[in-house]
């Protein structure tokens, strides 16, 4: 199966109604090019209606590249679920996952879900702003590939129980670097959770098993 690529223009609006912004999903060897400069906003239906803004799930052996320079949400105009999503649902994949961008995203789940139950590279590197209503606002969750975090924006997760930022993985390299404030508000939430566990899979996750580096 051929490479999928959608790249959206600067000035645009993509508006979804009980939708996602952009939805690609594939089983086949190619890779995922996503190019979103676009704001992403609710439609006719009214505000909160959008439900994922950039959401790719590949369950073949391809790797998922997002770069996303547009607004996902507002303030008052949430993404209901993820504001993006990259996933590798596929043990026996090597494809990585990389995710960059500047646009400013608001979400009621999670801002940014990278992960791979595959043994591939997950890189996000994203200078926009990340407020997120769910359990963490920026996630990159891999197995023995190497995981990267960098953000340069304002990173907020409201909801307790997890953390702003979370890196897991279970025998691959780890790296989380914070160039802009960290905020988690509730009790019992970390700023930053790195995770490094053997027994913990690879792939989507519920509340971390460990926090050990917590911003205020």
Partial sequence: VAAIGITTTAGETNAAWG???????TA??????IINAANIVSGDGGVDTLQDGINVAATGTGG???NNSG????????AQLTGITAFVNNAASDGNISVTGTGDIFSVGMGIDASTIGTGDISVVYGGDVTSDGLRAVSAVGTTGTVTITTGGVVTATAGGNAGILGLTTTGALNITANGD????EPGTAGIN???????PGGRIGPAARRIATTP
């Fill in 71 to 78: 607004n996902i949400g507002a303030a008052g105009d949430e």
């Fill in 19 to 25: 939708g996602d912004g952009i939805e690609v999903d």
């Fill in 182 to 185: 960290v905020s988690a508000t």
């Fill in 64 to 66: 998922i590249t997002i």
């Fill in 194 to 200: 790195a995770i490094s566990n053997v027994g913990q």
């Fill in 28 to 33: 086949g060897t190619g890779n995922v090019g």
